[in-house]
């Protein structure tokens, strides 16, 4: 590869971040940092590891330990996704809540097609239950390596590598028949939507429209709805107002 071409790899990959939530094993943490180190990428946030740094961690990484050291430590998914606004979250279960899915083939051409314009965050899950709901409704899209479906749960290290490998193919140009359109527009971070979702959902309380005994399913469903649009900001502007306005004149009626 000559020079330049792998300056762009690189800084591709320098815009897809790692997010591992919650991880129980340091081993596994070393052990993704070295899954990273192998196909360049770099960025590796951890959020609310139980054990971290630590010593097996360091022993795993094997040479990555550079990354341990650059980790970021989060108390909260919120602060991980900062700046990112296309967040894929892993998963070895096709849910039943049907989100947009992506294979990891798919998954990976579709960060780097978007990572000229912006970050990209991946989140993995707990080695035990994987990603909540919660999580996964912060996503745009889920992503799943094929496996083995009556056995399809990788060791948490083990997917890290396959979508990092996928992610450096991709990096490097793709494969031929995986074509992805850049967006041409800019989607706001995962921090503004999640502001964005917790205004949507006091209004259409305030407006008596959400029931409060029974928030999930709307929620989880107007947050398809937008995750799937991915607004930019004078959307969110514009939808903001709109919520702004029907909360006061939800007040300037109560008060008649
Ligand atoms: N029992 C958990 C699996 C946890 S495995 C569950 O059913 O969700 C730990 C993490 O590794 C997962 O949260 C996911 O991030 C990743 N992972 C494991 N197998 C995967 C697969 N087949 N596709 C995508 N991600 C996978």
Redesign the pocket.
């Known amino acids: 590869m000559a020079g330049s071409e792998a300056d762009l790899v690189q800084s591709r990959l320098s815009r897809v971040r790692i997010i591992l939530i919650n991880t129980t094993h340091p081993g596994n943490i070393g052990a993704t940092a070295r899954a990273m180190k192998v196909m360049g990428l770099s960025s590796l946030h951890l959020v609310t590891p139980k054990i971290f740094p630590n010593a097996e961690a360091t022993a795993m990484a094997s040479g990555a330990d550079d990354l341990l050291q650059s980790a970021v430590v989060h108390d909260s998914l919120d602060s991980a996704l900062a700046g990112c606004s296309l967040v894929l979250g892993?998963?070895?279960?096709l849910r039943s809540l049907s989100m947009p899915m992506l294979d990891?083939r798919r998954a990976a051409n579709q960060a780097i097609a978007e990572s000229d314009s912006h970050e990209i965050a991946l989140?993995?899950?707990?080695?035990?239950?994987?990603?909540t709901n919660e999580e996964m409704q912060r996503c745009q899209f889920l992503?799943?390596?094929p496996?083995n479906p009556e056995y399809?749960?990788?060791?948490?290290a083990q997917?890290v590598q396959i979508l990092s490998y996928e992610l450096r193919i991709a990096a490097q140009g793709g494969v031929a028949d995986i074509e992805v359109d850049p967006l041409d527009w800019e989607p706001v971070d995962g921090q503004q939507m999640e502001r964005f979702f917790e205004h949507l959902q006091q209004t259409l309380l305030d407006i008596r429209f959400l029931n409060p005994r029974q928030p999930k399913k709307l929620m989880m469903r107007l947050r398809r709805l937008f995750n799937r649009a991915r607004p930019d900001q004078n959307e969110i502007n514009i939808l903001r107002g709109i919520l702004k306005a029907s909360q006061e004149a939800n007040v300037a009626e109560d008060r008649n």
């Open positions: 892993t998963s070895a279960r990891a989140l993995f899950g707990r080695e035990r239950y994987g990603l992503v799943n390596i496996s399809s749960s990788l060791n948490l997917a």
